[in-house]
C-alpha cells in the first residue's frame, strides 16, 4: 500500500524559502513518478513540478523558483522553493499515480 506524507510547510514572509518533504512507502521514489501538486483557497488543484528517471517539468509560474530532488536513502522527494510569492500560498500536495499525500499548508505573507 503506497503512502505519502508531506512535511515543512508553514508561514513565510514574501521572498523567502522552504522545503516541502515528502515520505513515501510502498513505493521506491527513485524509479516512480512523483508529483507536487497544490490548491489555493477557491480554486482547481494544479500541478507544479513532476519528475520522473532523470527527467523534471516545472509549472511556468514556479521556473526558476522551485526546484525537486529525492533522497534514495530516505525514500523521500523534496520540493525547494525559493523566491516565495503570495500568489504561491496553498495547500501542497505530492503524489503517486492515484495515491495523495494529505497535503501541507504553504502561506505566504508579511
Known amino acids: 500500500q503506497v503512502q505519502l506524507v508531506e512535511s515543512g510547510g508553514g508561514l513565510v514572509q514574501p521572498g523567502g524559502s522552504l522545503r516541502l518533504s515528502c515520505a513515501a512507502s510502498g513505493i521506491a521514489v527513485s524509479i516512480n513518478a512523483m508529483g507536487w501538486y497544490r490548491q489555493a483557497p477557491g480554486k482547481q488543484r494544479e500541478w507544479v513540478a513532476i519528475?520522473?528517471?532523470?527527467?523534471?517539468i516545472y509549472a511556468d509560474s514556479v521556473k526558476g523558483r522551485f526546484t525537486i530532488s529525492r533522497d534514495n536513502a530516505k525514500n523521500t522527494v523534496y520540493l525547494q522553493m525559493n523566491s516565495l510569492k503570495a500568489e504561491d500560498t496553498a495547500v501542497y500536495y505530492c503524489k503517486n499515480g492515484a495515491v495523495w499525500g494529505q497535503g501541507t499548508q504553504v502561506t505566504v505573507s508579511s
Open positions: 519528475t520522473r528517471g532523470g527527467v523534471t
